[in-house]
Nanobody, 126 residues
């Protein structure tokens, strides 16, 4: 059974940091590009960052470049998102996603991702 489980969210003050984790099981992440997406209330799900399964290639949204870092630990089957200098504008539910077995290319559209976690809330207070 494919499972992606996020952790590490919560409430943080503006300027603070959080690290999200996504534990993967099953074959969802096998040779698969993975990504993080954010959805604020009343808005569409938007791309945050993505990474190839080897970790050799990454892409981030312009709004988070220099502040957010995506990484992957294949020994632990875990995807990470280190978020620094947090701002209230990044508040939302964060989702971990996998494109699917063998799908290595990085895309920023959520429609290109086949597997999703349940999401975790991140709230940045001003």
């Amino acid at each position: 059974q494919v499972q992606l489980v996020e952790s590490g969210g919560g409430l943080v003050q503006s300027g603070g940091s959080l690290r999200l984790s996504c534990a993967a099981s099953g074959r969802a992440h096998s040779n698969s590009a993975m990504g993080w997406f954010r959805q604020a209330p009343g808005k569409e799900r938007e791309f945050v960052a993505a990474i190839t399964s080897s970790g050799s290639n990454t892409r981030s949204a312009d709004s988070v470049k220099g502040r957010f870092t995506i990484s992957i630990d294949n020994d632990k089957n875990t995807l990470y998102l280190q978020m620094n200098s947090l701002k209230p504008a990044v508040t939302g539910v964060y989702y971990c996603a996998a494109r699917g077995v063998g799908a290595q290319a990085i895309f920023s559209s959520p429609y290109d991702y086949a597997y999703w976690g349940q999401g975790i809330q991140v709230t940045v207070s001003s």
